[in-house]
């Protein structure tokens, strides 16, 4: 099993990064949020898990591990393949995925292209508890890579009162997500007036 592989970032689109380690170039398939943080960087480390099927050997590649159990979690669910998974991950963040699962929110889910209620549906009931004991989420609060969010009410409740005041939902998670990844510790007054400036 390939665990990773680094080398020179070859070449890079939004669905496939090439990595040449040693005169070998790897065809990985990607999420936009590994594509978003592989642009201008010339070397990467991706963490790789194989799809081997009976037509296709595939690798899919991410910047952590925490996307990687996540990719793995989406694709236990019945009728979730490597693909679709993929196109959670490039449409939710890690925390946002986490977030909608924790607090049952299947309309963000079904903002994915090609997923519907029930199958939404069934992603939070086969997930919700396995989604706890993950890497991304430690003793109740959430992992941002190397950041974390401390109080996962605050992270929800700011999102909603910016969302009372009329802000679109999709931007409003993207832009506290960020103020969350510089300072965890923030409260929920200086979020909002934080993110007013941004949105």
Do not use: W
């Not at 390939?2 to 990064?17: F, R």
């Amino acid at each position: 099993m390939i665990e990773y592989v680094k080398g020179e970032l070859a070449e890079l689109t939004p669905a496939q990064a090439v990595v040449d380690c040693n005169g070998v170039g790897y065809g990985v398939s990607i999420s936009l949020n590994t594509y978003s943080a592989l642009q201008g960087k010339k070397e990467c480390k991706l963490y790789i898990q194989e799809v081997i099927r009976e037509d296709a050997h595939q690798l899919f590649g991410f910047i952590n591990k925490e996307e990687r159990e996540l990719f793995l979690l989406l694709n236990s669910v019945s009728g979730i393949g490597g693909n679709t998974a993929r196109m959670i991950l490039s449409a939710l963040s890690p925390v946002e995925l986490v977030e909608a699962i924790g607090t049952e929110n299947t309309k963000l889910l079904q903002s994915v292209k090609g997923i519907g209620k029930k199958t939404a549906e069934r992603i939070i009931v086969d997930l919700k508890d396995k989604i706890k004991s993950t890497a991304i989420v430690e003793n109740g609060h959430v992992t941002v890579g190397e950041s974390t969010l401390s109080d996962m009410d605050i992270y929800n409740e700011s999102i909603s009162a910016l969302t009372m005041l009329g802000f679109a939902p999709a931007p409003t998670r993207k832009v506290v997500h960020a103020i969350f990844k510089e300072n965890p510790n923030h409260t929920i007054e200086e979020v909002v007036k934080l993110a007013l400036k941004r949105l």
